[in-house]
């Protein structure tokens, strides 16, 4: 097993590291960020952690797999902050937006925000 890099340390601070809130696939996490999207039916989420919300709501984007919508709008992202070299606004009908112009409206989806 220490051939190949495995030690039993390694096996045991792997599987506490997916337990740990600062680690884990929580909202967490000290790597996640907040999020502010508008579906194509105008619905607005406000969330931290992309990749779990995704995760977590996937019935919002079949026929899709979640990991298609969080790479998609990873790439809008990366467009909105002049990473890419084509312009990608949306992903099949998913926008991004600034928490100034999300707004509270009427048909807003509250989700809890993390500090």
Same mark, same amino acid.
């Given at each position: 097993? *220490?051939?190949?890099?495995?030690?039993?340390?390694?096996?045991?601070?792997?599987?506490?590291? +997916?337990?740990? #809130?600062? =680690?884990?696939? !929580?909202?967490?996490?000290? =790597? =996640?960020?907040?999020?502010? +999207?508008?579906? #194509?039916?105008?619905?607005?989420?406000? %969330?931290?952690? +992309?990749?779990? !919300?995704?995760?977590?709501?996937?019935?919002?984007? =079949?026929?899709?797999?979640?990991?298609?919508?969080?790479?998609? %709008? $990873?790439? &809008?992202? *990366?467009?909105?902050?002049? $990473?890419?070299?084509?312009? &990608?606004?949306?992903?099949?009908?998913?926008? +991004?937006?600034? #928490? *100034?112009?999300?707004?509270?409206?009427?048909?807003? &989806? *509250? %989700?809890?925000?993390?500090?």
């Amino acid at each position: 097993m *220490a051939e190949l890099g495995e030690t039993p340390n390694l096996t045991l601070g792997t599987a506490a590291a +997916l337990q740990s #809130p600062i =680690a884990g696939p !929580f909202e967490t996490n000290q =790597a =996640a960020k907040y999020w502010w +999207l508008i579906s #194509p039916h105008e619905e607005r989420y406000a %969330l931290r952690n +992309l990749r779990k !919300f995704c995760r977590d709501h996937s019935d919002l984007f =079949a026929p899709h797999s979640w990991q298609n919508a969080y790479d998609g %709008l $990873r790439q &809008v992202q *990366a467009s909105l902050m002049g $990473r890419t070299k084509r312009s &990608v606004s949306q992903w099949k009908g998913w926008r +991004l937006t600034r #928490p *100034a112009e999300h707004g509270k409206n009427e048909g807003d &989806v *509250a %989700l809890p925000l993390s500090p």
